[in-house]
Structures are given as structure tokens and as C-alpha cells.
């Protein structure tokens, strides 16, 4: 079955860098496209970051410039490189791939403090 196991989320302050990685198992990786979503409380989730398999990456504007999404196909990793991070992007992060129907990770809590 689809697994997608998140993990780097911590405490930084506004600046500071924090990178996101995502292993995910059960599905082909190397055709699915990938997607970073977060979540900040009493908020909607969002979409933050994508990454098809043409490695055409896409952003949410607002990160744009300050986080990068790769992947890695051999380990079947997805990552997200976020710096110069604000307050606004505190969130819990999420790990989605589509296929027919939404699968998320457990998320990982980013935090940001002013």
C-alpha cells in the first residue's frame, strides 16, 4: 500500500533553513508527481510545492525564490529545501501524491519564530 513517511520538521528562527523529506513506498515514484502541502492552524490546507515527473517543478508564489522541491527517483524521496523562512510559513507539512485519490503523509510540524 502507499506510504509516505515525512521527516525534517523542527523549530527555527526567521532566516534559518529547514529541509523536508518525504520516502515514500507502495506506488511507482518515478511516474508520480509529488507535492508539498502545509497546513497552519485554523487554516486551509495549502499547496506549497509540486514536482511532476519531468522535474518541472511549480510554487505557491509566496515561496517562490525560497524553497526548492527535488526528488530523488533511486531513493524514492521527495524533498523540500525551504530558506530565509518567516513566520507565515509555521505549518504542519504534508506529503501528498494523487493516484485516483489523495494519500498524505503524517505530516511534519514546521515552526518559525519571529
Known amino acids: 500500500q502507499v506510504q509516505l513517511v515525512e521527516s525534517g520538521g523542527g523549530l527555527v528562527h526567521s532566516g534559518g533553513s529547514l529541509t523536508l523529506s518525504c520516502a515514500a513506498s507502495?506506488?511507482?515514484?518515478?511516474?508520480?508527481?509529488m507535492t508539498w502541502f502545509r497546513q497552519a492552524p485554523g487554516e486551509q490546507r495549502e499547496l506549497v510545492a509540486t514536482?511532476?515527473?519531468?522535474?518541472?517543478?511549480h510554487y505557491k508564489d509566496s515561496v517562490q525564490g525560497r524553497f526548492t522541491i527535488t526528488r530523488v527517483n533511486v531513493r524514492n524521496t521527495v524533498y523540500l529545501q525551504m530558506d530565509n523562512l518567516k513566520p507565515e510559513d509555521t505549518g504542519v507539512y504534508y506529503c501528498?501524491?494523487?493516484?485516483?485519490?489523495?494519500?498524505w503523509g503524517q505530516g511534519t510540524q514546521v515552526t518559525v519564530s519571529s
Open positions: 501528498n501524491l494523487f493516484y485516483v485519490k489523495d494519500y
Open positions: 514536482i511532476p515527473p519531468d522535474n518541472r517543478p
Open positions: 507502495g506506488f511507482v515514484f518515478s511516474d508520480s508527481t
